[in-house]
Nanobody, 122 residues
Framework: QVQLVESGGGLVQAGGSLRLSCAAS????????MGWFRQAPGKEREFVAA????????YYADSVKGRFTISRDNAKNTVYLQMNSLKPEDTAVYYC???????????????WGQGTQVTVSS
């Protein structure tokens, strides 16, 4: 059974940092593009960041560029999202996703996690 499990979310003050993790199981994800998305209440899900299978290419939404860093450890089948200088507008449920056959770094993605809540207080 393919699973993506996010962790590391929580409540943090504006200006603080969090590191999200996404652990993959059920198949090998080392050749997949991996992405992070988020969905705030009342809003559509939006792209946050993506990383190629080797980690050599990374992509970011303009709203997080310079503050967030995506990385991966293929030996651990895990993808990370380091979030610094957090703002209240970063509050959302964050999802990781995988794309075994590359189409676009923005998707579509084939496997999704259940999400982890990130809340940034002002």
């Amino acid at each position: 059974q393919v699973q993506l499990v996010e962790s590391g979310g929580g409540l943090v003050q504006a200006g603080g940092s969090l590191r999200l993790s996404c652990a993959a199981s059920g198949r090998t994800f080392s050749s997949d593009y991996m992405g992070w998305f988020r969905q705030a209440p009342g809003k559509e899900r939006e792209f946050v960041a993506a990383i190629s299978w080797s980690g050599g290419s990374t992509y970011y939404a303009d709203s997080v560029k310079g503050r967030f860093t995506i990385s991966r450890d293929n030996a651990k089948n895990t993808v990370y999202l380091q979030m610094n200088s957090l703002k209240p507008e970063d509050t959302a449920v964050y999802y990781c996703a995988s794309q075994p056959r590359y189409r676009s770094y923005k998707g579509p993605y084939d496997y999704w996690g259940q999400g982890t809540q990130v809340t940034v207080s002002s």
